[in-house]
Each structure stands twice: as C-alpha cells, then as structure tokens.
C-alpha cells in the first residue's frame, strides 16, 4: 500500500466554491444507509448481469466508500481540485467492483470494493505526484 500523502483538509479552514461543494457532495454520500447484506448481494448479483436499476441502487447505496478510502490514505482534501479528479476514478472503480465481484471468491462487497477503489486512486495519486 502506498504511504500517506497528505493530511487531510478536513477542518473547515479557508475554501472556495470547490470545497464547499465536495463538502456537500460528500456529506450526502455519508448520509445515504447502507444496504443490508442479503439485500447487497441480490442486487450486486443483478447489476453484474447488467441490470441498470440495480447497478444504480448499489452504485448510490456504496458511494460513502469512496471519501472513506480517501480519507484512509489521507488524500481527502476539500480544498485541492484534484481531489475531485481521485473522487471521480474511485466511483469509476466502485462501478467496476459491481461488475467484477464474485462472492465466492471475494467474500464481502464492500471490502473488495473498497480494496477496488484504494488501488485505482493510489495509483492515479501516484501518477499526479510523479507529474509534479
């Protein structure tokens, strides 16, 4: 796993436009339940077949997983555009997740998917710091 990059910027200090919306967007993200576990598995089971509505309700049921890992790996920072660049790849990956999730073999959905996401924005994080 890669190192922490920075702290995060979560303490409501200075801010623009852009930090106020990913505020936002991710306030709603942490406040939408989660699915229960039966439940989860029926529509991942769906959606991987490539039913829309159940892709949709996974897809929205699991968003909070994405600032959660960048917060984990201290990339969640309000005030920094590219945060919202590594929010984008890591709900490309949730989306991915739902496709290539196998519970025999993975066990848990939220832990393979937040294992999906971590890899995705670390190394999208690690390409940006090499640009820099």
Same mark, same amino acid.
């Given at each position: 796993?890669?190192? =922490?990059?920075? /702290?995060?910027? #979560?303490?409501? =200090?200075?801010?623009? #436009?852009?930090? *106020?919306?990913?505020?936002? &967007? ?7 339940? %989660?699915?229960? %576990?039966? $439940? $989860? ?5 769906? +959606?991987? @077949? #490539?039913? %829309?509505? +159940? =892709? ?10 994405? %600032?959660?890992?960048?917060?984990? /790996? ?10 919202? #660049? ?11 997740? *739902? !496709?290539? &999730? ?6 848990? &959905?939220? /832990?393979?998917?937040?294992? !999906? *996401?971590?890899?995705?924005? $670390? =190394?999208? @994080? ?7």
């Amino acid at each position: 796993m890669a190192s =922490k990059r920075k /702290e995060s910027n #979560g303490n409501g =200090k200075g801010g623009n #436009g852009h930090d *106020i919306g990913l505020r936002l &967007f991710v306030q709603q993200t942490m406040s939408v339940p %989660p699915l229960q %576990p039966k $439940e $989860e598995m029926r529509l991942v089971g769906l +959606a991987g @077949a #490539g039913d %829309p509505a +159940a =892709k949709r309700t996974v897809v929205h049921a699991n968003l909070s997983l994405v %600032p959660r890992v960048l917060e984990d /790996e201290g990339l969640l920072d309000y005030s920094d555009p590219r945060t919202t #660049g590594l929010m984008e790849t890591g709900n490309r990956a949730l989306e991915v997740a *739902i !496709k290539t &999730f196998n519970p025999e073999q993975h066990g848990s &959905f939220q /832990e393979y998917a937040m294992d !999906k *996401i971590r890899e995705a924005v $670390e =190394k999208q @994080a690690d390409a940006v710091s090499a640009l820099a």
